[in-house]
């Protein structure tokens, strides 16, 4: 979303209106010409009958006309550099942009796609900055702005599909992608944080123009993703590389939780109310109980879920010792199972 200022005109007086009735009246009024083919006429009402026309200035459509939209970051007279703006960057959906030239040809290789006239004129006081007309609308314009000054746009609380046009759109506009996406730039935390929310589309991004921490740092939220559900357009802008540790990541956790869940409960010294063979019994019952979450082993699998399956062992043994040993060994299945890597 991007917030920006509406300015107006001077909406039309309410004597104009009064000429406009009066000349529909009058014309209405006139005699047709004789052999003139009309259908009947309505009865006139008279003058006072006619409704007062609403106020321009509420709801006319003249009032749109008269609208301008203008950046509340970026308009005349912020306080974003030493010296006034001197290009003015209007978007495909009419809203303007006052920016600094200097800026932008200092982050764009192609004198931002060959739109900044050359040489800049220069900008007397009084006078409005040269207007250039750009082919991306306001949210995205919005975040490229942000992220050349290097301030962040989290804020405005933007899509997910606008970051990841403004993304694609320093391409065209000559825009090192991989300076303005390294760790730690206002870029790269907003990706960070919408990868929350939508990490195969941030996840496929990175992988497409290369930034491996980007990618790693996103690659956390989908270990619950569904990996048959990856399109053939995502797995074809992803590449083979990064597709490749996706899969890699899913199916290595999974095979890892699976040989942690092998050892059984440690056994004990035999006793005369608990000997080997009884020790067994809980030998037995751990080997099913994992081969029901072997069955069920997700990349993404909860520690209570582990819990909530071998816990109850507990309540079929008598031996104290057992219960200690099938605790002990619970915590200490949890504590590896959390250190199996979650990124690629």
Same mark, same amino acid.
């Given at each position: 979303m991007v917030a920006y200022i509406r300015?107006?005109?001077?909406?039309?007086?309410?004597?104009?209106?009064?000429?406009?009735?009066?000349?529909?009246?009058?014309?209405?009024?006139?005699?047709?010409?004789v052999g003139a083919n009309l259908l009947e006429r309505p009865k006139l009402v008279h003058r006072s009958q006619i409704s007062t026309p609403p106020d321009s200035a509420v709801g006319s459509p003249e009032q749109d006309r008269n609208l301008v939209s203008v950046s509340t970051t970026?308009?005349?007279?912020?306080?974003?550099?030493?010296?006034?703006?001197?290009?003015?960057?209007?978007?495909?959906d009419s809203v303007f942009f006052y920016?600094?030239?200097?800026?932008?040809?200092?982050?764009?290789?192609?004198?931002?796609?060959?739109?900044?006239?050359?040489?800049?004129?220069?900008?007397?006081?009084?006078?409005?900055?040269?207007?250039?007309?750009?082919?991306?609308?306001?949210?995205?314009?919005?975040?490229?702005l942000h992220t050349i000054y290097n301030m962040s746009a989290a804020h405005y609380s933007p899509p997910t599909q606008s970051i990841i046009g403004a993304v694609e759109s320093m391409v065209k506009y000559g825009i090192p992608i991989k300076a303005f996406i390294a760790p730690s730039t206002p870029l790269f935390l907003l990706l960070s944080a919408?990868?929350?929310?939508?990490?195969?589309?941030?996840?496929?991004?990175?992988?497409?123009?290369?930034?491996?921490?980007?990618?790693?740092?996103?690659?956390?939220?989908?270990?619950?993703?569904?990996?048959?559900?990856?399109?053939?357009?995502?797995?074809?802008?992803?590449?083979?590389?990064?597709?490749?540790?996706?899969?890699?990541?899913?199916?290595?956790?999974?095979?890892?939780?699976?040989?942690?869940?092998?050892?059984?409960?440690?056994?004990?010294?035999?006793? %005369?109310?608990?000997?080997?063979?009884?020790?067994?019994?809980?030998?037995? %019952?751990?080997?099913?109980?994992?081969?029901?979450?072997?069955?069920?082993?997700?990349?993404?699998?909860?520690?209570?879920v582990i819990e909530s399956a071998l816990?109850?062992?507990a309540d079929h043994l008598t031996c104290e010792q057992c219960k200690r040993s099938l605790k002990n060994r619970v915590m200490e299945l949890v504590m590896q199972w959390a250190l199996i890597k979650k990124t690629i």
């Open positions: 300015m107006t005109y001077s909406p039309m007086e309410s004597n104009q209106w009064d000429y406009i009735l009066q000349s529909v009246t009058e014309g209405l009024n006139t005699p047709a010409p970026f308009f005349p007279g912020a306080d974003l550099d030493l010296v006034p703006a001197d290009i003015c960057l209007l978007s495909s920016v600094h030239s200097h800026r932008l040809l200092a982050s764009s290789s192609n004198n931002f796609d060959a739109i900044l006239p050359s040489p800049i004129p220069s900008i007397q006081r009084g006078e409005e900055p040269k207007i250039c007309i750009v082919p991306d609308d306001s949210a995205v314009m919005n975040i490229l919408k990868a929350v929310i939508n990490p195969i589309e941030i996840y496929t991004l990175a992988a497409s123009l290369d930034i491996p921490e980007l990618a790693e740092v996103t690659s956390t939220h989908l270990l619950s993703y569904s990996l048959p559900s990856l399109t053939d357009d995502m797995a074809i802008k992803m590449g083979p590389v990064y597709l490749k540790r996706l899969f890699f990541l899913h199916l290595g956790r999974t095979e890892a939780f699976k040989r942690l869940l092998l050892p059984p409960p440690a056994n004990h010294t035999a006793t %005369a109310a608990c000997d080997v063979e009884e020790q067994q019994k809980l030998t037995r %019952a751990w080997m099913l109980a994992t081969a029901y979450l072997a069955w069920e082993a997700k990349p993404d699998l909860n520690t209570t816990c109850p062992l």
